[in-house]
Structure formats: C-alpha cells, structure tokens
C-alpha cells in the first residue's frame, strides 16, 4: 500500500513565477491536509480538503495561494508570483475518515524561491 | 490564540532515558499527538493522548494532563537513530487540523 505521495520533491522557482505542488492521499483516503515548515521552525497548518470540497482554509494566506482536490486527481496547493517568503517545505498529509489520529504525511516538497 | 511550547534542543547518552516536555494553551482541545521528524523527511506519527493518564507503546511513551495543559514524551533505551525532532500538537475541536509546536531536536551521542 502507497503512503501519501508528493511530487516534486524539490522544486526551484524565481521570484513572480508560479508553483504548483501536487499531494497524491494513499489509497483509500479522501481527506487531505497541506501544511507549511519554514527553516527551522515548526509545521503550520494551511487548509483541509475533502474530495471537491474546501473544508478549513484558515491558515492559507488570503493572496496568491488556492488549494483544490477534485474528483479525479491529486490534491493541487498552487502559488502563484511567488515570493522569496514562500521558500520552506510544503507537506500533504491523508487520512481516511476525520479521526485526526489517522493522519499520515507524504515526504513533503522543498520549494526555494531564487 | 494558540501556544503550544518545547524545548529547542535536547542531548542524551545512548542506552539513556529522556523527557521531552510540551506545554500548550489552545482555545480547543480534541487530543495530544506527537511525531518524529528525521532532518529532511516527513513527520511520522508515535502517539495520541486525548483522556490523562500514561500511554505506553513499545520504548515511546506518552502522558497527558489536561487540566495542565501538559504533554511529555519519554523515549527509554534510546538508540543512536532516535536522533531526530520531536514535534508536540493539539488537534483542534472540529478535527480539521493539528497546531504543532516548534519542535524538539534531540540529538543522541555515544
């Protein structure tokens, strides 16, 4: 059985361009969590998203970030004209019902931003 | 708000027993979890305390005092891989999200 699968894994962007990071849930899973680590410092929630539905966004930033999950296809967290501030480590977690004990994480994206 | 506190840093010996303690202040509560992070890699889950009391499983155990607002995570037998952070978070009341702490690195030397 898969775990959460994230690509890619590393993902090099310059200042104003776009970055789109993709968040595969392991099978079974329709609940998905993105959540953001900045260099040494701990992980913060962004949005949870059920499939075709945004359940929670209160952690995402109210310019330049969306999230989706649609019916067929990976979980999208987009950045659009991204900024140096963005660089950090984005992580998608999965779980099958809404036990938040059932959460497991994918091995998460590096952005830098140049 | 949400204030969930740790330590930044820990060491201990090989073969040693540790305590990481987290204290938190959160407007909901729906349980206690703590996770490893290997430098670079994705958090892995160790444990869940939602009611008080100890959890026991395996060399990681897990204590909880909510009237405290008080978590420790006590590794025994520690090996040379536990080498690692240790992040402490509270589940939120409508199970949407985790509010993590900054993390623990505990760094295990010979």
């Known amino acids: 059985n898969a775990g959460v699968m994230q690509n890619p894994r590393h993902l090099v962007r310059r200042r104003g361009q776009e970055a789109r990071l993709r968040c595969s849930p392991m099978?079974?899973?329709?609940?998905v969590y993105w959540y953001r680590q900045l260099p040494e410092e701990g992980l913060k929630f962004m949005v949870y998203?059920?499939?075709?539905?945004?359940?929670?966004e209160s952690g995402m930033p109210k310019e330049r970030f969306s999230a989706e999950f649609p019916k067929e296809g990976p979980s999208i967290l987009r950045i659009q004209q991204v900024v140096r501030g963005d660089s950090a480590a984005y992580f998608c977690?999965?779980?099958?019902?809404?036990?938040?004990?059932?959460?497991?994480f994918g091995p998460g994206t590096r952005l830098t931003v140049t | 708000g949400q204030n969930i506190d740790q330590p930044t840093e820990m060491t201990a010996t090989e073969g040693a027993i540790v305590q990481i303690n987290c204290t938190y202040q959160?407007?909901?509560?729906?349980?206690l979890f703590w996770y490893q992070q290997h430098a670079g890699e994705a958090p892995t889950f160790l444990s869940y305390n939602v009611l008080d009391g100890l959890e026991e499983k395996g060399r990681f155990s897990s204590f909880l005092s909510r009237s405290k607002g008080y978590s420790y995570l006590l590794l025994k037998e520690l090996q040379m891989k536990d080498s690692a952070s240790y992040l402490c978070a509270v589940g939120d009341n409508a199970g949407n999200m985790l509010t993590f702490g900054g993390g623990t690195r505990l760094m295990v030397k010979p």
């Open positions: 998203l059920q499939k075709e539905n945004i359940i929670d």
């Open positions: 977690a999965s779980s099958q019902g809404t036990g938040l004990e059932e959460q497991y």
């Open positions: 959160t407007s909901g509560f729906n349980g």
């Open positions: 099978k079974g899973h329709s609940h």
